[in-house]
């Protein structure tokens, strides 16, 4: 069966979720909001009244409710970026600087009551069956960041400052060492709080961590 990730564009023509409209950006927080508020009682009526808009146009826009949880989970998940750089000019401070950026922006998503509310939810879903939110949440949350970052590894391997075999192997070990125990900590209730100064400390350490285990310390040009 297609996913529903993958049907949305077809379905919802004009709507980029990582840049949709003012409008459209106001019916998706409008989601996230009452997520926040009202966990699994979503529906497409719900949300009109909280987004002041008619239920026709939400279908028009997302097609269904599928395609509004998927554009919903690409909107959130679309404040993670890879740091900027240049691929010609990529050197060992840009790549530290891009993984660190990487590394705050990510925590910073995760640790909002938004994304808790949005991720309580989707593993509630995932467990009962009741809607595809589960694996929503997981092409177009995790697997969507790790294809954002990816590509920062491999440059950083073709210019000589990264030795890895396996990219995804890579990826989860800086997921793994950015992360920490933060989400699940988050997800079962743990007051544990993150203000910018944790949250840039932390997104430091897991890069030192990161680039001492991958870090080529020659940092000569790969070979061609």
């Known amino acids: 069966m297609t996913s529903a990730a993958k049907t949305l564009a077809p379905e919802t023509p004009g709507l980029d979720p990582a840049e949709p409209t003012a409008r459209q950006a106001a019916v998706l927080d409008a989601v996230l909001a009452l997520m926040q508020e009202e966990g699994g009682q979503l529906t497409m009526a719900a949300v009109a009244r909280r987004a002041s808009c008619s239920k026709e146009t939400l279908y028009k826009w997302f097609g269904d409710r599928d395609g509004l949880l998927t554009a919903t989970v690409q909107w959130q998940a ?48 995932a467990a009962s069956k009741q809607s595809n939110l589960g694996q929503i949440v997981l092409e177009n949350g995790r697997f969507a960041i790790g294809n954002r970052l990816k590509p920062v590894l491999e440059e950083g391997r073709a210019a000589g400052l990264l030795a890895f075999d ?41 890069t030192d961590q990161f680039l001492t285990l991958y870090g080529r310390t020659d940092q000569k040009p790969a070979a061609a």
């Not at 920490?180 to 400390?201: M, N, P, S």
């Open 78 to 125: 679309s404040r993670v970026r890879a740091g900027r750089y240049d691929r010609q000019r990529l050197d060992a401070s840009s790549l530290r600087d891009s993984l660190r950026d990487f590394a705050a922006n990510w925590l910073s998503v995760i640790s909002s009551p938004t994304s808790i509310a949005l991720n309580r939810l989707a593993i509630s879903h």
């Open 166 to 206: 396996d990219t995804e192997a890579a990826f989860r070990t800086f997921f793994g060492l950015a992360g920490r125990d933060v989400q699940i900590r988050l997800l079962l209730g743990d007051d544990l709080k993150l203000g910018k100064a944790e949250i840039a400390r932390d997104a430091a350490a897991a």
